[in-house]
């Protein structure tokens, strides 16, 4: 069974402040996704990383994947009150299955 | 275009009874998954489907079926409802099932059992 851990899962910071989450396994995916969640929605994706060692960048978040593609981490530069949410990561598998962490829920505060 | 739309939105049911839950998929999309998130947790895979046929199945007990249709919409079924089913179910749709396309989540059918 393929498992995804996430760590941490809770965060509250201020309005500003640098955090990093990370996603942890086992074994080894295809690629690793990162969703972001809101009350009452389905998640969205942030990001898909598919290359060990491979780091992307979306305005302040940038995501890197482990070089044996086992881990992934996600880091937020100056934190906005805009950013709070669940935030996934997810392993995909060639045939489309994906194996999602237990969730960071991340609370900025003003 | 619409994107991933699930119905209903919310829905309480008591224990023992059945439930099923409906998926429009984006126009075009062809592959349809179901999810079950658990508050305070991650989605969880039920299914995968894909021209009407069942392409995965997670670790769910026989309670859960589902299936696809011509116009490639879905609809999860439940049955014998247990406290522990209480969850978003989560659908997702995506051209094919590969790996390569990009999965887009519908809002959820929030179920509370009583």
């Known amino acids: 069974t393929q498992l995804l851990e996430q760590s941490p899962q809770f965060l509250s910071i201020q309005e500003g402040e640098n955090l990093t989450v990370y996603c942890n396994s086992s074994?080894?995916?295809?690629?690793l996704q990162w969703y972001r969640q809101e009350p009452g929605e389905g998640p969205v994706l942030l990001v898909t990383?598919?290359?060990?060692?491979e780091v992307k960048k979306l305005k302040r978040l940038t995501f890197q994947f482990g070089d044996a593609r086992k881990d992934s981490s996600l880091h937020i530069t100056a934190a906005q009150t805009g950013d709070t949410g669940l935030y996934l990561c997810a392993g995909g598998t060639s045939y489309g299955k994906l194996t999602f962490g237990q969730g960071t829920i991340l609370t900025v505060h003003p | 275009d619409a994107g991933v739309t699930q119905s209903p939105t919310h829905l309480i049911k008591t224990r023992g009874q059945h439930v099923t839950l409906r998926c429009s998929p984006i126009s075009g999309h062809k592959s349809v998954s179901w999810y079950q998130q658990v508050l305070g947790q991650g989605p969880q895979f039920i299914f995968q489907?894909?021209?009407?046929?069942?392409?995965g199945r997670g670790n769910f007990p026989d309670r859960f079926s589902a299936r696809q249709f011509p116009n490639y919409s879905s609809e999860l079924n439940v049955n014998a409802l247990l406290l522990g089913d209480s969850a978003l179910y989560l659908c997702a749709s995506r051209p094919t099932p590969s790996g390569a396309n990009v999965l887009t989540f519908g809002a959820g059918s929030r179920l509370t059992v009583l």
């Open positions: 489907y894909y021209e009407k046929e069942e392409r």
């Open positions: 074994s080894v995916f295809s690629s």
């Open positions: 990383v598919v290359t060990g060692g």
